[in-house]
């Protein structure tokens, strides 16, 4: 900053008379009108208020400000920031200058916002898509479930310890789990997949359920259902956004954890071997998830950009 | 043969873009194994003897991890290596483990995230085809306690475990084609 100072068309804050961007507020600074033309009458404009000076004049007899001479108009120097900057201020005055300046900001303020907007309805139709996807391994697992406890239910009714009246109630909410299941599945054949509310709730059925079904059993601990829990946590995870799969799979350990450790004969070491394992499924299936979205959006642009795509293997 | 090419880089960028998978897959079933065994220690014996897989998956994952943040992922023959390796180490802890031996050992969870991980980077018949040994090796590992075998339980670990690899590999080619159709409307011109 030099001894000749004059305020900021934007903070007030002095700057020197050779700067080119206020030190405050980083605000490009008036210089020139147009840097190629000779010396003319423009020359002797204030280059803070605009008004015609006396040629001869060093300072700005309204204001101030020093004036420039031509020698310095004539610099060589590149100032995109300068030339944008006068193109659009320099026929206002600076009180017009503040205002046109707000106006611009309010401009770049609802441009950000409207791309932010946008990134949103992307994000929120990358999860819809991730759901659509998603929804049919889910009801797949969700036969497997069905078919396997329905050949357990057989099985154990071949046996001495079968209580009918007990697995025909099983084998009965088997059914009503199947029909709801085979509802869904036609739904998603139709091409109009189950709404995200719909999905969620129901995934949190099958975990409910494995979850009720482990708890009426004698020994909660030595119950094999427990099994049940991978495929489950790892069809959600591959389908939901990480948010709700964490939630799920936390809810989901701290239960059977709970449930588990409080049983008789509880060892430690194998209920913690069980939860890691479940939070493993959940993880790798989510990263997994995540992994595709990025080589989706990210090789589309490679592609978009005219290339084949780089031999990311060597 | 430009459709083989194709399918062959899609594989590579299966395994670049997927072995961080198999990567924390072990490091969970590192995490899980030195639990069990350490929480388990009655003599240094058992410490030596059970540091041992420990070690050898630490290293293994320490190498494949290693090249993977330098940016020199390792091929499908080496994660094919590594994967017979863990389903070999898994499998010694259920036949011999601290913790419940053949059957009554409860470490053949350590399978889960494995089959799983192989099957989200591998191949379809890669992954089929690891799921289905993993199953041979644990039913013959079973089998040394024939008579302990509870039907049932058996059938739900088996089921689960044949699930877990076959959902992997579902859940796998839809977002092979998904992927593809992302690229085709991507590279397709305009209009």
Known sequence: ?314 | MESLQAETQEIKEDIFFGQVIIIWARWFVVLGIAAVLFLNVREARDLLVGLIPVLVLMLMNFYVHGSYLLERPVGQGLIVITGVVDLVIISLLVLLGPVGQKFGSQLFVFYYPMVLAFAFIMPRRWAIAYTVLTLLVYVLVCLFDIGQIEGREMFVRLLTLGGIGGLGSYYWRIMRRRRRAALGSASAPPG
């Open chain 1, 1 to 314: 900053m030099s001894a000749l100072d004059y305020p900021c068309p934007k903070c007030g804050k002095k700057v020197g008379d050779q700067d080119r961007f206020c030190q405050n507020c980083g605000e490009a600074l008036f210089v020139d009108v147009d840097t190629t033309s000779e010396p003319a009458e423009t020359d002797y404009l204030c280059p803070y208020c605009r008004r015609e000076n006396e040629p001869a004049s060093s300072f700005c007899i309204f204001c101030g400000s020093p004036l420039r001479t031509s020698e310095a108009r004539k610099s060589p120097v590149s100032r995109p920031a300068e030339a944008k900057h006068n193109e659009v201020y320099k026929d206002l005055a600076p009180k017009q200058v503040v205002n046109s300046r707000k106006e611009l900001r309010k401009e770049e303020n609802g441009m950000q916002q409207a791309e932010k907007k946008d990134n949103e309805v992307q994000e929120n139709l990358e999860v819809q898509e991730d759901l659509a996807h998603g929804q049919i391994v889910i009801i797949t697992f969700r036969w497997l479930i069905i078919i396997g406890a329905l050949i357990v239910t057989l099985w154990t009714l071949a046996t001495p310890e079968a209580v009918i009246g007990r697995q025909a109630l099983v084998t009965f909410l088997l059914l009503v789990y199947a029909a709801v299941n085979f509802i869904l599945l036609t739904r998603y054949l139709r091409r109009s997949p189950s709404l995200a509310g719909v999905t969620y709730v129901m995934s949190l059925v099958d975990l409910i359920l494995i979850t009720v079904v482990i708890a009426i059993q004698e020994d909660i601990f030595k119950s094999h259902v427990y099994a049940y829990y991978y495929p489950a946590l790892m069809v959600l995870a591959v389908a939901f956004p990480t948010r709700i799969t964490a939630v799920y799979t936390v809810g989901a350990i701290v239960v059977y954890g709970l449930m588990s450790s409080l049983s008789a004969g509880a060892e430690f070491q194998q209920i913690l071997s069980r939860l890691l394992m479940m939070a493993a499924v959940a993880f790798c299936a989510s990263l997994y998830r995540k992994i595709e979205h990025d080589r989706r959006t990210g090789k589309a642009k490679l592609f978009s950009l005219g290339g084949g795509g780089p031999d990311r293997s060597s």
